[in-house]
């Protein structure tokens, strides 16, 4: 027998299934509605202005280990403030432990394996539903998951009193994964005043959050505005873990570039988590690759490429937004029954439809048009070339 004769096939990804099937289909008119990258209203690949000028910047760069240590706890500085906030003390005062990681996923990652080493009888509480690697990565990390209340089918936004019941009755310091804003894959997510609630609740339950922020500036176009929750627990001094990534807001994907940061008590605290963090890094891939890393503090630490990307992003943003109005406009246009107000009051990537698995196969057959089985619609897939096609079908397979 051979060594590896007892190996089947690892159960097919729910979101690279859908590329999978959108590449195989030869139908001209074909529209990918998975991808969760952001698209140009051509449906092309951006790659934006300040991150070119960041490229001509460090050409011919050498990449030494001295530099790569330099540029490492730059991107650090700066991501750290992004998140907690320029004048925020915990940054000030060195009061957290940041490291650089493999994108959004390695920095849940790293920050699932720290629980294990650290807590390794807690669970990490799962919006329901998550985006689906959440359950891959701490699952990997033999860190058992429990689910909270998060989504109401009938209204297709939030359900807060079921939420908030859950965060009441899970045990005193649970860890809980929250998504700070744009919630993948439903778009729903809590008012200023419900984060408030949450926060507060999980001080009496003395819960441990942990955000995974993968789409800052997604939401709302303004990078202060989606950190609102997170700057709301630490008004309320919360020691939090946060998971950054670039893939999305820079429109870095192949670069891997993230960061994670946990907040500590003192710097003491924070130099002894932060060389737990690095250790765990060290065992599984070394250091990470340092270009990537480089363009985003060459962008955050030049005022002038700042500007240039908060505004590009705030266009990408504000496409997405535009696109979610004219394609509401355009199926209630054409007489649906239904209600479609949660596509315009849903925010970031995704609109969470409410088409069944079976509507979303007959998208697939009948219009060509590909989403996960779940109805989750890329809006950066959207655009004003398609945008009239993809109503018309949307209403021939939901009326
Ligand atoms: N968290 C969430 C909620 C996401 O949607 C994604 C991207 N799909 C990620 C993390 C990780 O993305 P990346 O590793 O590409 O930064």
Redesign the pocket.
Known sequence: VGCWDHVGPAPKDP?NGVTEAFLADPSPSKINLGV??YRDDKGRPVVLQCVREAEAKIAGSVFLESLSAVVNSKMIEESVKLVYGNDSDVVKEGRFAGVQA???????RLFAEFQRRFHPESHIYFPDP??S??HNIWRDAQIRERTYHYYHHDSKGLNFAALIDDIKNAPHGSFFLL?PC????TGADPTEEQWREISYQFKVKNHFPFF????QGFASGDLDKDAQAIRIFLEDKHLIGC?Q????NMGL?GH???CLSILCSDSKQGAAIRSQLQQIARAMYGSPPVHGVLLVSTILSDSDLKSLWVDELKDMADRIRTMRTTLRENIEKLGSPLCWEHITNQLG?FCFSGLSPDQVDRLAREFHIYMTRDGRISMAGVTTGNVNYVANAIHEVAS
């Open positions: 979101i969760g990258a493999l994108s959004g996923t390695g920095a849940c998550t985006w690697n959440h998504h744009a919630h993948n894959p995974d922020m993968a789409y998971a990534s670039y893939a999305k994907y891997r570039v993230g990537m």
